[in-house]
């Protein structure tokens, strides 16, 4: 589909990143493309506030957000951190901040609290971030990306579970990310969303667990978790009304490898870079990369052959959670503990480097 305008934020945010490819040797060039070049952008537009006074300047993107991409293939998977105790037993969705490089926020299936959580690479709980005038029926992914229409750092929460295939509707939270600053203590905040968007559907009602925004377009695409052959893939405009007509875009296959079949097949976790236009797919089998050349996007999905990142890691009991790091060249990965002993060891998966 083709869109007539992109936001004008988003040319000023792709106009201060300084993108450069990771200078890993390239397995096949059709494979590795460069990072699109940024275009020129256009002065920040007034701020959403009304109240009549003069709004202060955005705080903005870190410079090197996605600034990079692997050339390559991705290194085994190898111990990054350890979540902090039993804080996140069901991590399911896990996203870098816009903000610091060496954070993550990260949020647990269903059964907690409206809110995510802030941890440091040495596995230090920095901080909570409460949701506040809404329930969390079932979070299950994650995103960080621009907020839309804004060069402001956003975090947006996909309530969007339902095992049972039951629930009227889901939720996307769009909440700003706070700056933590760099002290240790661990922080308590509250916010209330700048946008929710709420999704309605007619016919069989998705369980989903995979969610990924495109920040270059504005729009976020939802991917179903089912046992079968083919899931479906869903759109959803970020800029548009609060509330939007879930419609398929239509169906792809589930990525697999050999032996891979049924449950091993569940979609569980997704993420997209934006400047490079590549998308991660996890299941309970294995981890994937779609790399979208020649014109071709999300959109494109079933017209493109994964690469295979591995298998479930043997410290996985039950992965659902997966992210490109802040700079966008390595690949992270974490697990629930069904054992709920806790500490779980974050994954990270670096590009290959050269021979």
Not at 19 to 31: E, G, N, P, R
Not at 106 to 129: E, K, P, V, W
Not at 186 to 194: E, P
Request: glycine share 8%; with cysteine; proline share 7%.
């Amino acid at each position: 589909m083709v869109y007539q305008m992109m936001s004008k934020f988003k040319s000023y945010l792709r106009f201060s990143l300084c993108f450069s490819i990771l200078a890993c040797q390239t397995a096949s060039q059709k494979d590795a493309p460069p990072i699109p070049s940024p275009e020129t952008r256009s002065p920040t537009e007034p701020s959403r506030s009304d109240s009549g006074v003069p709004p202060s300047e955005p705080p903005t993107l870190s410079s090197d957000f996605q600034s990079q991409a692997c050339a390559n293939t991705y290194d085994t998977p190898e111990n990054y951190f350890s979540l902090p105790g039993t804080l996140l037993l069901e991590i399911s969705g896990i996203s870098p901040s816009l903000r610091q490089e060496n954070l993550y926020w990260g949020h647990n299936d269903s059964g907690d609290a409206a809110q995510i959580y802030a941890i440091d690479t040495n596995g230090n709980h920095r901080a909570t971030l409460q949701i506040s005038n809404t329930d969390a029926r079932d979070f299950e992914d994650m995103a960080s990306g621009p907020c839309p229409n804004s060069t402001a750092p956003c975090l947006y929460v996909a309530d969007v579970g339902d095992n049972r295939h039951e629930r009227p509707h889901l939720l996307i939270h769009i909440l700003e990310e706070p700056d933590l600053g760099s002290g240790l203590e661990t922080q308590t905040h509250t916010t209330a969303s700048l946008k929710t968007i709420t999704l309605t559907f007619t016919g069989l009602k998705p369980n989903i667990e995979g969610f990924v925004i495109d920040s270059t377009r504005d729009v976020g695409f939802l991917f179903e978790k089912t046992e079968g052959d083919s899931a479906r893939l869903f759109r959803l405009d970020l800029n548009g009304e609060t509330t939007q007509p879930l419609t398929a875009l239509g169906q792809f296959s589930n990525p697999s490898h050999d032996n891979l079949s049924g449950q091993n097949k569940l979609i569980t976790a997704a993420a997209y870079h934006s400047s490079a236009k590549r998308l991660l797919l996890k299941t309970y089998g294995g981890m994937y990369e779609y790399r979208f050349v020649g014109g071709k996007s999300i959109e494109d999905i079933d017209s493109i052959t994964p690469i295979v990142l591995g298998g479930r890691p043997s410290w996985e009991l039950q992965g659902e959670a997966i992210t490109y790091n802040h700079r966008g060249d390595t690949v992270v990965s974490a697990s629930e503990d069904p054992l709920e002993q806790g500490g779980q060891q974050v994954s990270q998966m670096k590009c290959s480097a050269q021979p």
